[in-house]
């Protein structure tokens, strides 16, 4: 990943100014919060609320999850919608240099995670590969990868990106590699098109708009079509009530 000018001189301007110049702008900020997650407000960029907050809980949440799943310092370890790092800084801390991989399609959260989050870990000694792109085209990295995992990203992507997602995680995944994805489920389909107010968390879902919820077969159903074999984890104590699912090759 570059760095323009202009994120380089984005990165070194007091929040409170760049929020002003938008302000002056009169348009949208760079990077809108997301999420089941939302963020404190849509006219400020914190990279940390952007990606939902709960930077510490959340952050710590992933790694711990994986590393009591079996990912060892010399595994690789694929990020995607790496955001601006918040699980990524623990992934790197504990990984050997070089293997840690992310990827996300917002220019603007990698800029922060480079220029913010990497140097306030005291990580900037380690490789980290980072790149930004939305088509989740994953061999662009070169390796394959033990482990891989999507956390709060298919909560907002429609099925058919999803399954662009899992055919080119078929291709980089180890043999026997896992791919570990949190979503937000419709229990037996019983709001496929009602809202979801979900405990704990209290974020409302939809059937058809971001945040998605999804039955747990629709995912088992995308996998038979590129070869991967889904499985139900269910509850693993995400603060916003995302449930867990691990893919791997069949
Ligand atoms: C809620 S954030 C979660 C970020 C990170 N996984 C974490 O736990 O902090 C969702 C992330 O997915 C990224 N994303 C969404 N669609 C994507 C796509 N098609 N390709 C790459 N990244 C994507 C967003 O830019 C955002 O950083």
Sequence with gaps: MGFTGRSFVKALTPPLIMDGIRWLRKGVPDQMPLDGETGNSAR????QETVGGMWDEIGELQ???????????????????????????????????????GIDKSLSLLDAARLVELPRYGLTDKTVHLTCRSDFDFTVFG????????QSVFTHIPWNSILRCLVNIEKVLQRDGSFFVTFFEDKNGEHRTRTITHDPGGIVTYSDQDPYHYEFDVFEELAKRVSLKAHYVG???HPRNQMMMVFTQQ
């Design 44 to 47: 400020s960029f914190d990279h």
């Design 235 to 237: 509850n693993w104590n």
């Design 143 to 150: 390796a394959k990868f033990d482990y891989a995992i999507a």
């Design 63 to 101: 790694y711990r999850y994986l590393v009591d799943n079996g990912l060892k310092p010399h595994h690789k370890l694929l990020d995607v919608g790496c955001g601006s790092l918040r699980g990524g800084v623990h992934f790197i801390r504990y990984l050997e240099s070089g293997r840690y991989y």
